[in-house]
């Protein structure tokens, strides 16, 4: 038996898997672009890292849209409370994290145990979440990794006032046609989001000192800026931000 | 009116419930004698009394124009008023949440979309209105109305929504207005509801060509009044802990209390579930197994989805004890008088909790959380019923600060398209794992 442990988060967008050793420290970790055959994948994914790891006869515990799907799962978990567990093992403290993934963006309200105290989520509307920015920014040729340059350089935001993301395409497209600049565009739409995502936080963000950013998006330098300037304080970006519901599902007691 | 149809409304009522009460009977143990069987504690027995019931009523109803005045209502309706005339009373939102249950609530629904009624309208409208333009309906035939009745203690939408009816039916329609009660009762306002119901009286007894009887009104007062008490005693068993029957339980046995109030098949059927629950504490038969948590739901259920949920919930031990939505037949109704009849339904139906202020409707919560021992809050933001949802999220954060956990989830009580399956049940599943 090893003392190793593997979590698997099966996101919407991309599937994550971590190896902890007995100390909770990452031995290896995976991410893919989730394919529609989410078990198969996922077996492989584990098959991989058991391979590079030898993390043989270790448990399995899944999270995340398709976590029912993974064969041989010891334990079914939601990412919420993934999440709860991983950021708290990553950071050590209370906290409301703010998970930006590519289908949903949640708020979490962390307590000084690591569990849940108050969570929301967005419904049925990809407005605000990767997604969103998924489609829009191919339409600006503005690369992920250039983001927070010309959100910075942008002197000024030009304003994106739908929030649906199909709207807020065509709305994009327009502004482009009226000659606005690319960067303020970007700059636009970023403090849209998180606009968003305050409003999602809501309450929440009363009763927590430190907003924590997670979440494929959280390596978008330009959205940690936008949360930052709305929030009026600096938001901190979870080590291995794409990895936290992974770690988390690794360190449930299986 | 006809007296072949007469006689045929009165087979109706009166012959097919014993028949189908034996059907069902028999059905039952030849389920038994083929070794199926339900999972969890057997069925409640009155839930066989129960199909009768509602069956006969509807299968009645097929026949009942022509027979007796009929009358389409809302189910905030002084309906006890209606009984000494004789009516035969079709309730739309029943008969839509029975089409939910049944999966034909959006089929129907869609009907009225193409018609012109917009998805923002209530989904209960959308069926109802659907299912008159189709003459569509899971149970056969649904008489047409005399007169239309409806009340705004509930919501405005009824008045647009009976309003159409009218129109589409070409029959009259009364509205009685109960204004708003933001904060005590106001007598005021119950006296300008009490001239409204005297105002129906004397429509009904024109339709009906019954002279009024204080007597009878006084009666069907009395039986109303003994009817919501006892369901009001049914719902007080899920306080003992572990609850002999849950909150989905309950929205399925609601049924005779919103439609058959008044009269005396309703009194006896609570009468028979009363001492069954009675039996089933003094057994201690619990209806989830290991039951861990207990939670309140506020608003109507997910018709569509009551056993799914219901499962979910049971198989991590939480059980849902008490409904603001079961309550509501047990709130007020206690306040019939059956010497002041007109007066007291004034106050019975004014008072209704979503005909009140948010002081109200927080203290309500707080007092069934108390009550039934409950230590979360489920609270239905329905997408559908947008007078019930307002205000969800300030009576989360009240409860929340309370001690109580809470989860606002999204959904609609019959529209499958505005209610995601998997993303509800894991908004569930994590408000769940929150207990641990
Ligand atoms: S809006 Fe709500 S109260 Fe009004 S009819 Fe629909 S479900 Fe009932």
């Keep these: 038996m090893s003392a190793l442990r593997i979590g698997i988060d099966l996101g919407s967008t991309t599937t994550k898997a971590v190896v902890l050793d007995a100390s909770g420290k990452i031995v290896a970790t995976a991410l893919e672009r989730s394919e529609p055959r989410a078990g198969d994948q996922a077996q492989r994914m584990i098959a991989e890292l058991v391979r590079k790891t030898g993390a043989e006869g270790a448990p399995v515990i899944a999270t995340g849209y398709g976590r029912k799907l993974v064969p041989g799962a010891s334990k079914v978990v939601t990412e919420i409370t993934c999440h709860a567990r991983g950021v708290f093992a990553q950071l050590g403290r209370a906290g409301l994290l703010i998970d930006m993934g590519g289908q949903d963006t949640k708020a979490i309200l962390v307590d000084g145990t690591g569990r849940v105290a108050d969570f929301a989520m967005n419904d049925k509307c990809a407005a605000g979440t990767g997604r969103f920015l998924e489609v829009i920014l191919p339409r600006l040729q503005a690369p992920w990794d250039k983001l927070r340059g010309m959100y910075q350089s942008a002197p000024e935001a030009v304003q994106v006032s739908s929030t649906c993301t199909v709207f807020a395409e065509s709305e994009v497209i327009s502004l482009l046609a009226n000659g606005q600049a690319v960067e303020g565009i970007v700059r636009g739409l970023h403090d849209a989001l998180a606009e968003r995502v305050v409003a999602l936080a809501g309450r929440m963000l009363e009763m927590s000192k430190e907003v924590m950013l997670s979440g494929g998006v959280a390596n978008n330098g330009a959205m940690v800026d936008a949360l930052g300037a709305r929030l009026g304080a600096p938001v901190t970006v979870v080590p291995e931000p794409s990895h936290v519901g992974a770690i988390g599902a690794a360190l449930t007691p299986p | ?436």
């Design chain 2, 1 to 436: 009116m006809s007296l072949i149809r007469r006689l045929q409304y009165e087979a109706a009522d009166r012959l097919a419930g014993p028949m189908l009460g034996r059907y069902g009977r028999l059905r039952a143990l030849a389920r038994r004698s083929r070794g199926k069987r339900r999972a969890g504690p057997p069925q409640l027995q009155s839930t066989r009394k129960l199909k009768e019931l509602l069956t006969t009523h509807y299968l009645a109803g097929r026949y009942a124009d022509g027979a007796v005045p009929v009358a389409w209502v809302t189910s905030g309706f002084p309906v006890e008023i209606l009984r000494p005339f004789g009516f035969h009373v079709v309730y739309p939102e029943n008969h839509a949440a029975l089409c939910a249950v049944q999966r034909q609530g959006v089929q129907l629904a869609q009907v009225a979309e193409q018609w012109g009624v917009p998805r923002d309208t209530c989904a209960y409208a959308r069926c109802d209105i659907g299912s008159t333009l189709a003459q569509m309906t899971p149970v056969g035939r649904i008489p047409r109305p005399d007169v239309l009745l409806a009340c705004t203690n509930i919501c405005q939408t009824v008045v647009y929504w009976y309003r159409t009816l009218a129109s589409l039916l070409n029959v009259p329609l009364f509205v009685i207005d109960t204004p708003y009660q933001y904060g005590e009762p106001d007598a005021h306002a119950e006296r300008f509801v009490a001239r409204q119901i005297e105002e129906a009286i004397a429509l009904c007894a024109r339709i009906s060509g019954v002279e009024r009887d204080d007597g009878a009104l006084g009666l069907v007062a009395r039986e109303a009044k003994q009817a919501s008490e006892l369901w009001g005693e049914c719902l007080a068993y899920a306080k003992r802990k572990p609850a002999p029957w849950s909150g989905f339980d309950q929205f399925i046995h609601i049924g005779p209390i919103v439609t058959l109030r008044g009269l005396p098949e309703c009194t006896a059927y609570y009468r028979m579930l009363r001492d069954e629950l009675s039996e089933r504490a003094r057994l201690g038969i619990a209806v989830v197994e290991n039951e861990k948590h207990r939670l309140v739901w506020d608003n109507l259920p997910v018709w569509f989805e009551l056993r799914e949920m219901s499962q979910l919930l049971a198989r991590e031990g939480f059980n849902i004890v008490v409904t603001t939505y079961t309550n509501g037949w047990a709130e007020t109704a206690p306040m019939f008088d059956e010497h002041d009849p007109i007066g007291s339904a004034a106050r019975v139906y004014s008072r209704v909790f979503i005909n009140r202020g948010m002081g109200h409707r927080t203290a309500l919560l707080r007092s069934l959380a108390k009550e039934w021992g409950c230590d979360g809050v489920l609270l239905h933001s329905n997408r559908s019923c947008k007078p019930y949802s307002v205000g969800q999220l300030d009576l989360a954060s009240q409860l929340t600060r309370d001690g109580l956990r809470t989860l606002v989830l999204d959904g609609d009580h019959l529209d499958s398209r505005s209610y995601s399956k998997e993303q509800a049940e894991g908004r569930l599943s994590a408000f769940m794992e929150s207990f641990a």
